[in-house]
């Protein structure tokens, strides 16, 4: 070997052992310190925890029974009408397209407006998406169910 290559590496091992071997011993004891105190910190909380359970609980007197006193006014039994319940479960019926935008005389946009659909019960119809829906027909895919201005309508648009 030359001896360039022994004086270079002498003088690596010579700036290792000066500063990077201190250096790491530096860390390492950082380091070792850092989950010492981590641990002792842990055993002390943990034995905090264990004092403050290990406590006695406080007790609360409960309060006295009950006793009945004085008279209870009566009132009469709260009657249900069964038929307004019938009425708000009944199927939609009377089930009708209102058309909103009058008579087409031109070509309609897409997703125009045609009109929403209506129901004379007292519920009406339910609102977008669970409302109306068009099972079939020819021209079943020409058309559109989209939510309505109020929430509550049943509108159907035109696809082109």
């Known amino acids: 070997m030359s001896d360039g290559y022994t004086r270079g590496r002498q003088w690596i091992l010579r700036v290792q052992s000066a500063f990077v071997l201190p ?65 708000h479960l009944a199927a939609p019926g009377g089930l009708r397209f209102l058309v909103t935008i009058g008579t087409i005389t031109t070509a309609i946009d897409e997703s125009t407006l045609l009109g929403h659909f209506q129901a004379s019960t007292l519920n009406k119809l339910a609102g977008f998406p669970d409302g109306v829906s068009l099972l079939g027909g020819r021209d079943a895919h020409l058309f559109e169910r989209v939510q309505g201005p109020n929430g509550r309508s049943a509108p159907l648009t035109l696809l082109m």
């Open 23 to 87: 250096l790491a011993r530096g860390i390492y004891l950082l380091v070792a310190l850092a989950c010492l105190f981590t641990v002792i910190g842990g055993i002390i909380y943990v034995a905090f925890l264990q004092a403050s359970a290990a406590s006695q609980p406080t007790l609360e007197p409960l309060p006295p029974a009950y006793q009945e006193s004085g008279t209870i006014d009566e009132y009469p039994p709260y009657e249900i009408d069964l038929s307004v319940i019938e009425d």
